[in-house]
């Protein structure tokens, strides 16, 4: 099946500083990447949508100017957490899509601690 | 906007059968996946319908009906690894913005 690498996988970070996650499909090209935001014992929530080449869809809730989101090529989206606070601390995880009426291809997920 | 459902927790018992629901109202609708998490791994692919009916794969089914906003996902000889949430999610496809949204998940409990 599809292989989609997120990294890191941890990554602790003081209070203030950015930290920037990277989602690759290896051996697929992507046109559309999404990343969610999980809570402990809570669904993923859906914080944006990432299309090649141009700007990326926010939910509503979802600071832009706090999370950004570059979809450079087809294969790579990065998420880019500014300023981090504690409460940024969650597991983040990107998934990207093939094409149409295919599933969506999930990364391991970065779990994020913010100090 | 988009508004899935799903039980928040259900128990089952070893080698028995479970059918876990989901409804979904949405305006776009392209597609129901169904996926299974253990805790604190990523979400893994077990089905996805965009048609109405049934889709079986070894020991899991999944069904959809468009019409009523409604699928389920069935369980069968079930083992205690089975232990994790499942997940229900729509793809929402609207003015060309493709999104996939998920539910709360289910968490299934699997007794000896």
């Known amino acids: 099946g599809a292989v989609v690498s997120q990294h890191p996988s941890r990554v602790i970070c003081k209070s203030g500083t950015s930290v920037k996650i990277e989602c690759r499909s290896l051996?697929?090209?992507?046109?559309?990447m999404f990343w969610y935001r999980q809570f402990p014992k809570q669904s993923l929530m859906l914080m944006a949508t990432?299309?090649?080449?141009?700007?990326?869809?926010?939910e509503q809730g979802v600071e832009k100017d706090k999370f950004l989101i570059n979809h450079a090529s087809l294969t790579l989206s990065t998420l880019t957490v500014t300023s981090a606070h504690p409460e940024d601390s969650s597991f983040y995880i990107c998934?990207?899509?093939?094409?149409?009426?295919?599933?969506?291809?999930f990364g391991q997920g970065t779990r994020l601690t913010v100090v | 906007g988009q508004n899935i459902d799903q039980p928040t927790e259900m128990t089952a018992t070893e080698g028995a059968i479970v059918q876990i629901n989901c409804t979904y109202q949405?305006?776009?609708?392209?597609?129901l996946f169904w996926y299974q998490q253990h805790a604190g791994e990523a979400p893994t692919f077990l089905s996805y319908?965009?048609?109405?009916g049934l889709e079986e794969k070894g020991r899991f089914s999944s069904f959809l009906s468009r019409s009523k906003g409604y699928s389920y996902l069935l369980l069968k000889e079930l083992q205690m690894k089975d232990s994790a949430s499942y997940l229900c999610?729509?793809?929402?496809?609207?003015?060309?913005?493709?999104?996939?949204?998920f539910g709360k998940g289910t968490r299934l409990h699997i007794l000896p």
């Open positions: 990432s299309n090649e080449g141009s700007k990326a869809t926010y």
């Open positions: 949405t305006s776009g609708f392209n597609g």
């Open positions: 998934s990207a899509l093939r094409g149409t009426n295919t599933e969506a291809f």
């Open positions: 999610a729509v793809r929402d496809l609207k003015n060309r913005d493709d999104k996939i949204i």
């Open positions: 319908n965009v048609l109405d």
């Open positions: 051996d697929f090209q992507a046109t559309t």
